[in-house]
């Protein structure tokens, strides 16, 4: 476990003491943001630790230590930063965000002005943490699982249990959930070169668990290892699959069309930077995750947010890169589309099994 970090003198009982906007308030300003060309998605990095060995990643490589990574007076500051453009869907992910001690309190922090989002591999899960984590305000989490053979997806992810672990926490999610209309779990996949049909047993199984399942493509840019990347016809087994379970498989039909299309040529336009962006686990802002070392936007701790949104803008005209098409990329993208947007508003309007959610 990550112990709290230290940080700048703000105190972060003063902000919690203040009551969060009501949900419908959150969902106008989100809506005007995106009517506005603001940005609406943020993936922030709450830590880059990870205690797994992905094949598909490096981050379990990293170290951090406590007083390297953001602490909750970061989070406080950036979260104010970003109520300046309205109310963001803010994805919380690394790493594994579940090695922070702390990480429902930070959930506690974003969700009063925003949607906090979690991605984990299920690591780190209990009742007491997944009850904590929607009291605090989490609007969902995606679990990670690749392949439905448990051994498989245990070693692609390179521990032991890995498959269970997952399956575990999904179980718990569920349960501790207080508001079923407002309150989303999903198994997530990443497509690989050797998982392509396990696609169909994956969203079976989150059928069976009455859970949304959400896929995404590996990219290159991970690892450098182009050998990894999803074999032709992907597109069409995904789309079938679409057509076949609606109400399970949430994935924006608009972005699953172009599935072979990036990985054959890549997809150009990308919006990093225009409507989406990256915060890293030292305030660092980016376009995407991929460019927060080589491509700073400068730093939520010290920076105005006028100034990022300008040195955003400015990366985002000048980016050319068709490397990725990930659902933080793909999913935000096709909203910008009369088809994506239209896609996209059963899983904005209602929850797996019928219940409202949006």
């Known amino acids: 476990?990550?112990?709290?970090?230290?940080?700048?003198?703000?105190?972060?009982?003063?902000?919690?003491?203040?009551?969060?906007?009501?949900?419908?308030?959150?969902?106008?300003?989100?809506?005007?943001?995106?009517?506005?060309?603001?940005?609406?998605?943020?993936?922030?990095?709450?830590?880059?630790?990870?205690?797994?060995?992905?094949?598909?990643?490096?981050?379990?490589?990293?170290?951090?230590?406590?007083?390297?990574?953001?602490?909750?007076?970061?989070?406080?500051?950036?979260?104010?930063?970003?109520?300046?453009?309205?109310?963001?869907?803010?994805?919380?992910?690394?790493?594994?965000?579940?090695?922070?001690?702390?990480?429902?309190?930070?959930?506690?922090?974003?969700?009063?002005?925003?949607?906090?989002?979690?991605?984990?591999?299920?690591?780190?899960?209990?009742?007491?943490r997944a009850r904590e984590?929607?009291?605090?305000?989490?609007?969902?989490?995606?679990?990670?699982?690749?392949?439905?053979?448990?051994?498989?997806?245990?070693?692609?992810?390179?521990?032991?249990?890995?498959?269970?672990?997952?399956?575990?926490?999904?179980?718990?999610?569920?349960?501790?959930?207080?508001?079923?209309?407002n309150q989303r779990v999903q198994i997530i996949s990443v497509l690989t070169d050797d998982n392509l049909d396990q696609m169909p047993r994956l969203c079976l199984l989150a059928q069976d668990m009455g859970v949304y399942w959400q896929v995404q493509p590996y990219s290159v840019m991970k690892t450098g290892d182009e050998g990894r990347r999803h074999l032709a016809g992907a597109t069409q087994v995904l789309l079938d699959l679409k057509e076949r379970y609606p109400g399970t498989f949430h994935t924006n039909r608009s972005y699953l069309a172009k599935f072979d299309a990036a990985v054959n040529d890549g997809i150009e336009g990308c919006i990093a930077g225009k409507a989406m962006f990256n915060i890293d686990n030292q305030m660092v802002v980016s376009k995407c995750v991929e460019f927060n070392k080589s491509e700073p936007c400068g730093n939520l701790r010290t920076d105005s947010m006028e100034d990022v949104l300008d040195r955003l803008h400015a990366a985002h005209a000048a980016n050319t890169c068709t490397a990725c098409w990930y659902s933080c990329r793909g999913e935000v993208e096709v909203l910008y589309t009369p088809r994506g947007f239209l896609d996209s508003l059963p899983s904005l309007m209602w929850q797996s099994g019928g219940d409202q959610a949006w």
């Open 133 to 181: 984590l929607w009291d605090a305000g989490l609007w969902g989490c995606s679990v990670s699982i690749d392949y439905a053979d448990a051994e498989k997806h245990s070693l692609h992810r390179g521990v032991r249990f890995a498959y269970e672990r997952a399956i575990k926490a999904i179980e718990q999610l569920l349960e501790a959930r207080t508001d079923r209309s």
């Open 1 to 128: 476990m990550i112990e709290l970090p230290i940080g700048p003198p703000v105190s972060v009982d003063d902000y919690l003491a203040v009551d969060p906007r009501r949900r419908w308030g959150k969902k106008l300003r989100l809506l005007k943001a995106y009517a506005t060309g603001r940005p609406v998605w943020v993936t922030w990095q709450v830590t880059y630790n990870c205690k797994y060995g992905c094949t598909f990643c490096t981050y379990w490589q990293n170290d951090f230590k406590p007083h390297e990574e953001n602490s909750l007076e970061d989070f406080v500051i950036g979260a104010g930063k970003l109520s300046e453009m309205g109310s963001l869907i803010v994805s919380l992910a690394g790493g594994e965000p579940m090695l922070r001690r702390d990480i429902h309190r930070i959930v506690d922090i974003l969700a009063r002005d925003h949607f906090p989002y979690l991605t984990t591999s299920g690591s780190g899960m209990t009742p007491k």
